[in-house]
């Protein structure tokens, strides 16, 4: 598998995963890969780790969520994305 495809499939594992306690660990078994692997593709194309990437996916889908529906409880939102 090459760096990019090694790369798509973390992404979308990691999207998939959102609302799981992702591990990096998880994330490259699921890519069939070495953390430190992933670790270093990460931080070398996304200039980020993959823990520090998974917050802030969380964090952007949980405004996004309370942003489009002004009901819902911050609390939930909180508890559904960790």
Do not use: I, W
Not at 34 to 39: G, I, N, Q, V, Y
Not at 50 to 62: L, Q, S
């Amino acid at each position: 598998m090459g760096n990019m495809e090694l790369l798509a499939t973390a992404l979308e594992y990691m999207e998939s995963h959102l609302e799981e306690d992702v591990r990096t660990e998880d994330v490259a078994t699921a890519c069939f890969c070495a953390k430190s692997t992933l670790e270093k593709l990460f931080r070398r194309v996304m200039n980020t780790s993959v823990h520090d990437y998974t917050v802030r996916r969380r964090m952007m889908k949980a405004a996004k969520l309370l942003h489009g529906n002004p009901e819902v409880n911050v609390l939930t939102v909180a508890l559904q994305f960790g």
